[in-house]
């Protein structure tokens, strides 16, 4: 079982740049897909980017452009790059391993990101 703990969310006004990380320990990640998902208040969670062991990403149209996903393996890390973000970006932010588009793991504490206008 993946144990993951996200940080780096916070307050940031609209147009601004945040880095998240996902920090991965009871196991390696280098073999797995991951996954960045978001959860706005009042909806559901959904995937916003991903990335393959083999560095290949995918992002939601929502986020493409401004979002970056990579991945550290020798850190066991999982980072997002936000940047020209928008008040539609504010969420708690979530990592997981990936199946596909099914995560793995239980889910962590989850990071907010608030933008405001």
């Known amino acids: 079982q993946v144990h993951l703990a996200e940080s780096g969310g916070g307050l940031v006004q609209a147009g601004g740049s945040l880095r998240l990380s996902c920090a991965a320990s009871?196991?390696?990640?280098?073999?797995?897909?991951m996954g960045w998902y978001r959860q706005p208040p009042g909806k559901q969670r959904e995937l916003v980017a991903s990335?393959?062991?083999?560095?290949?990403?995918n992002y939601a149209d929502s986020v493409k452009g401004r979002f970056t996903i990579s991945r550290d393996n020798a850190q066991n890390t999982v980072y997002l790059q936000m940047n020209s973000l928008k008040p539609e970006d504010t969420a708690v932010y979530y990592c997981?391993?990936?199946?596909?588009?099914?995560?793995?793991?239980?889910w962590g504490q989850g990071t907010q990101v608030t933008v405001s206008s």
């Open positions: 009871g196991s390696s990640i280098s073999i797995s897909a």
């Open positions: 997981n391993r990936l199946f596909g588009r099914v995560p793995l793991d239980y």
């Open positions: 990335i393959t062991s083999g560095g290949s990403t």
